[in-house]
């Protein structure tokens, strides 16, 4: 019985940031998680699929992926790839001092695929990873101008909307919340008191910050958990609603059916 998904890690302990060129003898994976990391994946060759939680996304490059490590991922790749993966470690955001680029993995994390209008990115990205390569101890102060040009390049594709006041902090704090390991609960007032702040304050820093409310946000998460945990183990229902802190199997399935419009039993078996 499969009760946990695959964590993977392919960073050394001690590393922030890893940038590497994408293995070509990648063609089909198992569906899996990333262990504490937000992966960036730029192709500019290969064609197949790639599925995030429950989408599958043709590759058709140039394309963006991003991967935050709550999300489950997979591969089937049909012909030879190339491109980049670059990792950032939560630790390296915690510990950078540059607020724009934080800001800049934020605005990124929330695309999940993206069609630039061109491969102009890859002269940031070889020039990136010529920087890590060849020197033992990188100059972090030209990793993280690099870094932060590379974001703002992949941003291209969308349409910024980076906040430039406090609310963007929280509001990440609370992201960063709801993306633990285990630890969901379908309760407004718990991040609040965990983010010293109001239900309301919270509230009004979501709206401000997508036009969605804190529990809309909370939802999200619950539901996408919920999918992942119905799709890639085989727990059940009852041990599903317990793992996201409901009161019962029936408070569960009737809050999944009301945001899904199917049973979770029936999600499971209509994608299985």
């Known amino acids: 019985m499969k009760t946990e998904l695959e964590i993977k890690d392919k960073t050394r302990q001690t590393e922030g940031l890893k940038i590497a060129p994408f293995r070509q003898h990648i063609r089909k994976t198992s569906p899996h998680k990333h262990n504490s990391y937000f992966e960036i994946i730029y192709l500019t060759k290969g064609k197949g699929s790639h ?15 991003t991967i935050r490590k709550e999300q489950v991922h997979f591969w089937d790749i049909k012909t030879e790839p190339e491109g980049f ?6 630790f390296f955001i915690d510990n950078c001092l540059d607020k724009d680029i934080k800001c800049l993995i934020s605005e990124l994390s929330a695309q999940t695929c ?32 690099l870094l932060k040009a590379l974001l703002a390049k992949l ?17 990440q704090k609370f992201i960063d919340l709801l993306s633990k390991e285990n630890e969901l609960t379908n309760k407004v007032n718990h991040y609040a008191k965990l983010l010293n ?8 820093i979501c709206r401000k910050e997508t036009g969605l409310s804190s529990a809309e946000i909370l939802s999200e998460h619950i539901i996408n958990e919920a999918k992942r ?9 009852s041990e599903i609603a317990h793992r996201l802190d409901f009161k019962d199997n029936s408070h569960f399935s009737k809050y999944f059916k009301r945001h899904v419009d199917q049973t ?9």
Do not use: M
Not at 160 to 169: A, R
Not at 229 to 237: A, G, M, N, S
């Open 229 to 237: 945990l119905l799709l890639y183990t085989d727990i059940t229902v």
């Open 155 to 171: 941003l291209e594709s969308v349409t910024p909307k980076i906040s430039k006041n406090g609310n963007s902090t929280t509001f």
């Open 51 to 65: 599925t995030i939680d429950t989408k599958e996304y043709e590759i058709k490059p140039p394309v963006i992926f």
């Open 85 to 90: 993966v670059l990792i950032i470690k939560k």
């Open 197 to 204: 702040t109001t239900p309301q304050n919270l509230n009004a």
């Open 264 to 272: 979770p039993v029936g999600f499971r078996s209509n994608n299985n």
């Open 114 to 145: 993206l069609f630039p209008k061109d491969n102009t990115a890859i002269d940031i990205f070889n020039i990136l990873l010529k920087e890590y390569q060849e020197k033992k101890k990188p100059n972090q102060p030209i990793i993280d101008g």
